[in-house]
């Protein structure tokens, strides 16, 4: 399977073929590697559906988190996309990287980043 093409069909506000991808991976955990490299996509949206796919992988799959844990927690804070930033790095670094992003021209990425300024 092509993650990064799966990732990338369907609507801009729509999960396309995340939960395909999820699916795939829940029943080959060694593959979780290509979702890993979507993180660094050129594709914004591509690299903010993975991060999609790895929340719920990580939700509902405790294994495949437990055995990638500091590589997830690396991966998103690592990734060029801010959108990617802001899904499941630490706390401390979390309110860092939204304080940056509160006034960010892209609506989501600001929207995100306010909330998380509100909630903490």
Known sequence: MNFELELSKGKQNSLGETLKVVDFIKNNPKKVEHL?????????????????????IIKDDKKVFLANK???LNEFSNSKHNVVKL??????KLIEVAKRLKNDERKVVRT?????LEDN
């Open 70 to 72: 500091d590589r997830f």
């Open 112 to 116: 995100k980043a306010q909330k998380i």
């Open 36 to 56: 890993f490299q979507c993180f660094y996509s050129e594709n914004s949206l591509v690299a903010m559906r993975a991060m999609n796919g790895a929340k719920r």
């Open 87 to 92: 899904g499941l790095i630490l706390k401390l």
